[in-house]
């Protein structure tokens, strides 16, 4: 084991990894979203995206502990778990997307998610409607199929989430809920199409305890009356992480 963990200490770029781990793990915390739209655009510049995916699922585990018990008590719990079970049954069909593709494809897929997301948010796109249980099966499927290609499980999520009418709160805490324990259930998932490797599991296990005090702290930041800010910062963070990542970057 010793030498596993050396040899992931030696992964040209892990300093950068580690870093952007943090500052997913503070994004996350503070506005409930985020983590991977920061996370896999850098991490993909230095490791593969099937690795990144598998890496980062390991490294949500700290989520559990961090933030979501708090928004367990917050959340739509019913609507949240419905979208989890349609969000686990699609994410298959993503993961042998995933399987079939090439490295610099997958790169310019994270990418694009990643950009016409934040493009969606800065837009402040809204829907007026109250959502229907039909149209949450639809997003949660196009969630798990976007997630299991790109590692981004969040974007279609959050932008239904961020779109609706619901409070600051509840939707965070929904968001949160829902992304933690969909992107958890990637890893087995993943294994199960050959495509988690003892190096994705010893690099996510490295990455628990950074992660999970970000996101302790990014938590300890929030306050509703500071949403728009917050949004903002987490906005600039994005932006920043789609430059890093790409491909002409860390080929």
Known sequence: MSGMIADTLALPGFGWVLVVTMVAGV????????AALVYMPV?????????????????ALASLVSVVPRAWSQADRPNVVLMIVVATLALPLGIAILRLNDVT????????????????????????????????????????????????????????????QEGVARARANTLVF??????????????QGLLTVE?????????????????IGQALFDPAMQVLYRRVAYVIIAVAIVMGLPVFGE
């Open 27 to 34: 994004v996350y915390g503070f506005a409930g979203f985020g």
């Open 105 to 164: 494809t997958m790169r310019w897929a994270v990418l694009g998610v990643t950009t016409l997301t934040l493009v969606a948010l800065v837009l402040g796109w809204r829907y007026r409607a109250a959502p229907t249980r039909a149209a949450r099966v639809s997003v949660a499927a196009a969630t798990g199929v976007v997630g299991g290609a790109t590692g981004l499980v969040g974007p279609i999520m959050v932008l239904f989430q961020l779109s609706g």
């Open 179 to 192: 992304l933690t324990i969909t992107g958890l259930l990637t890893v087995p998932l993943m294994a199960m």
């Open 43 to 59: 991490a993909t510049a230095f490791v593969p995206v099937e690795m990144a995916i598998a890496a980062f699922g390991v490294t």
């Open 200 to 216: 994705a599991v010893v690099l996510g296990l490295m990455l628990i305890v950074p992660y999970g005090v970000a996101s302790r």
